[in-house]
């Protein structure tokens, strides 16, 4: 049986990967969109990306559109197996499969 992946399993963590999900493989979201699909502040929206970038399951990149400065966001491809993983543990519960 597949076990949850603890870092995501957090439920602001499993948001963030969710809608970094849906987005292409080269997919960026903006911080501050994020931020609104996960309704988290910028400081607890920072630390969870932190965690899930040490793990490798998202990349941040930082950068400056015209004078100011833009905060993006995108799953890696480890952090996409990761999810398609969890999702499939998740499943097995719904299911009711056996263990």
Do not use: C
């Not at 990761?82 to 543990?89: G, L, N, R, W």
């Amino acid at each position: 049986m597949l076990e949850a992946d603890e870092l995501i399993h957090q439920s602001t963590r499993l948001r963030i990967m969710a809608a970094l999900n849906v987005l292409p493989p080269d997919g960026w979201l903006e911080f501050t969109r994020l931020k609104a699909i996960v309704q988290a502040t910028d400081g607890n929206l920072g630390a969870h990306l932190d965690t899930l970038a040490k793990a490798d399951y998202v990349a941040v990149d930082k950068r400056f559109v015209g004078k100011r400065p833009q905060t993006r966001v995108r799953a890696t491809r480890r952090g996409r197996r990761a999810f398609a993983t969890h999702v499939a543990y998740l499943r097995d519960i719904l299911v009711g499969a056996p263990s």
